[in-house]
């Protein structure tokens, strides 16, 4: 079993990683911290109780940061809402927050666990991990790895260079992507990848019951402003992702690389500029040993779907 901390701003696809993270046996989740993202924070804090109270889902659940590090505040109501997971029913939180900081919760549960076997799967802005890191600078080396949904090789989806999670606090990726740990960046390339196909809904659909209820209005809300805004078919599941490579490494292929994130362009600040090591180049006077990162490249959709659909099934047997 891979022990998992969450760091998300829920958010309809983020809403999908608790789930997946919740309904699969390989993984145990420790813990979900919540930042401000796709909505504020109160917003995004909520419906992730949310999420949990749906599914029966009782882990400790704690807000972090309200805002990002240098940058104001920016959310993606266009895109996920007023609520920031408009669509489904929203039921009343059915426990309380954790009483700490997101950012301690962090750090006590990557110091409560032997090193080397937590891993912290982070799918909004680095916010709360890039403070984690300077709060307790030990959990670098402590955690497993981080595999984050953020970034792009290729274009953005907030400027043409730049991907949401990234753009809305560059200074803490930046943070996060040059620390000594191992990151694995599943990026708008990848994720576009991972879409909710009408085969997807109908296996969903077949389920049926509350969570399936529940994954179907988040799908049908995400896609009807994936079609408006980016005239997209059907919405990609894109934080999903990051939990199925914790559940199942073949689930997409990878590429080494050395990432930094662009903090001064005119036009391209939050974009991940992404060097692979295939190339030995090493254009950011990278040596061999910062190719740390692995960079998302191609996804085993019917693998992903498998995944997807086996936790919400498990979910729902067990609601
Ligand atoms: C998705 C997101 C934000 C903006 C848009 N346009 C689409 C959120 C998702 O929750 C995901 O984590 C990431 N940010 C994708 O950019
Ligand atoms: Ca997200």
Redesign the pocket.
């Known amino acids: 079993m891979e022990k998992i901390i969450l760091d998300c ?1 829920p ?4 809403a999908i990683a608790i789930l997946l993270a919740a309904g699969d046996p390989r993984v145990e989740l420790l813990a979900i911290t919540t930042v401000a ?2 909505q504020t924070l109160p917003k995004v804090t909520r419906n992730a109780l949310s999420v949990c109270a749906i599914a029966g889902i009782r882990v400790p659940v704690a807000a972090g940061v309200d805002r990002p590090l240098v940058e104001p505040q920016r959310v ?1 109501e266009d ?2 809402g007023d609520s920031g997971l408009d669509g489904p029913a929203l039921p009343p939180p059915a426990f309380e927050l954790d009483g700490r900081h997101g950012v301690q919760v962090i750090v006590d549960t990557v110091m409560a666990h032997e090193p080397g076997t937590v891993t912290l799967v982070a ?2 802005p680095l916010t709360n991990v890039a403070l984690a890191m300077r709060l307790r600078p030990a959990i670098v080396e402590r955690v497993k790895r981080v595999v984050v ?2 970034g792009a090789h290729t274009r953005g ?2 400027t043409p260079a730049a ?3 990234i753009a809305v606090d560059p200074e803490a990726a930046e943070a996060v992507f040059r620390g000594a740990w191992e990151v694995t960046m599943v990026g ?1 390339d990848l ?1 576009h990848q991972a879409l909710a196909t009408d085969e997807l809904h109908e296996r969903v659909r077949a389920i049926g019951g509350e969570v399936s209820g529940f994954v179907l209005d988040v799908w049908e809300f995400f896609g009807e402003t994936y079609r408006t ?1 980016f005239g997209f078919r059907h919405p990609p599941i ?2 999903a992702c990051c939990v199925a490579a914790v559940i199942d490494s073949a689930v997409f292929t990878t590429a080494k690389a050395d990432v930094r994130v662009e903090l001064r362009g005119e036009w391209t600040r939050g974009m991940t500029v992404v060097d692979f090591a295939d190339v030995p180049a090493m254009r950011h006077g990278s040596s061999p040993g910062d190719f740390r990162t692995e960079v998302a490249l191609e996804l085993d959709w019917p693998r992903f779907a498998d995944l997807v659909v086996g936790a919400i099934g498990r979910l729902s047997a067990s609601a």
């Open positions: 701003d958010g309809h696809d983020d993202g796709n993606a895109i996920h799918t909004g949904m953020g989806n907030t991907e949401f999670n708008l994720t805004v894109h934080d």
